[in-house]
């Protein structure tokens, strides 16, 4: 069964800078897809970024990009010049060939000072 | 317009009741789920249906019946609610069952609370 870790609970970072959130998986798969959510405090879950796993350049999303290391099964998020409305719990999906589900990561709750 | 809709968005009740959360899409995809939010934020999947079919049905009680009526509907029935009932349940959907590569558009979430 695939796993996904994200070992950081917690994060915070100042307005206007970087942070990169961190998120590991375990598969034997050699084809799947990696979702970065976001969930507000509205509870919504929102798609900031997928990535497959054939494709060997980092996906980006405006100030959102992705640094996968496929051999290490690594797949960071990084946000440039955050704002105040990144703030929000952040998951790491990862999605296989058994069936159409996710796996998701415990979550990442970022807080954005002014 | 709402892509994903449930209701309701909060839903208290006692133990004992049977209860049940709706799900509408208007995205015109195939493929509906169910998944479970427990209040260490942890996600996971409960249920996955293709053109009103089950899919996936992972390890969860048999009080829990999701019903498709059509494929833009798929609602959860809970029978006999538990104290561990209480989480926040995801609606979603995706277009069709290419596996993981079908981008899955959440709902808001019901906040269901057994006392």
């Known amino acids: 069964a695939q796993t996904v870790t994200q070992s950081q609970p917690e994060m915070s970072v100042q307005e206007a800078e970087t942070v990169t959130l961190s998120c590991t998986y375990d598969?034997?798969?050699?084809?799947?897809?990696l979702f970065w959510y976001k969930q507000p405090p509205s509870r919504q879950m929102i798609l900031v970024i997928r990535?497959?796993?054939?494709?060997?350049q980092n996906a980006t999303e405006n100030r959102f990009s992705v640094n996968f290391q496929k051999a290490a099964k690594s797949f960071s998020l990084k946000i440039s010049d955050s704002q105040l409305g990144d703030a929000a719990m952040y998951f790491c999906?990862?999605?296989?060939?058994?069936?159409?589900?996710?796996?998701f990561g415990g979550g990442t709750r970022l807080m954005v000072k002014p | 317009d709402t892509a994903v809709s449930q209701t309701p968005k909060y839903l208290v009740t006692q133990m004992g009741n049977d209860k049940s959360i709706k799900c509408e899409q208007n995205?015109?995809?195939?493929?509906m789920y169910w998944y479970k939010q427990d209040s260490k934020k942890f996600l996971k999947i409960m249920f996955s249906?293709?053109?009103?079919?089950?899919?996936i049905n992972e390890t969860v009680p048999n009080r829990f019946s999701p019903k498709s009526p059509d494929k833009a509907h798929l609602n959860l029935h809970i029978n006999s609610l538990e104290l561990g009932d209480s989480a926040v349940y995801f609606c979603?959907?995706?277009?069709?069952?290419?596996?993981?590569?079908?981008?899955?558009?959440f709902g808001p979430g019901t906040r269901l609370l057994v006392l």
């Open positions: 999906a990862y999605g296989g060939n058994a069936g159409n589900m996710l796996t």
């Open positions: 990535q497959e796993a054939y494709k060997q």
């Open positions: 598969t034997s798969e050699s084809d799947y897809y």
């Open positions: 979603a959907s995706s277009q069709g069952l290419a596996g993981a590569e079908e981008t899955q558009y």
């Open positions: 249906y293709n053109n009103k079919e089950l899919i």
């Open positions: 995205l015109g995809h195939d493929t």
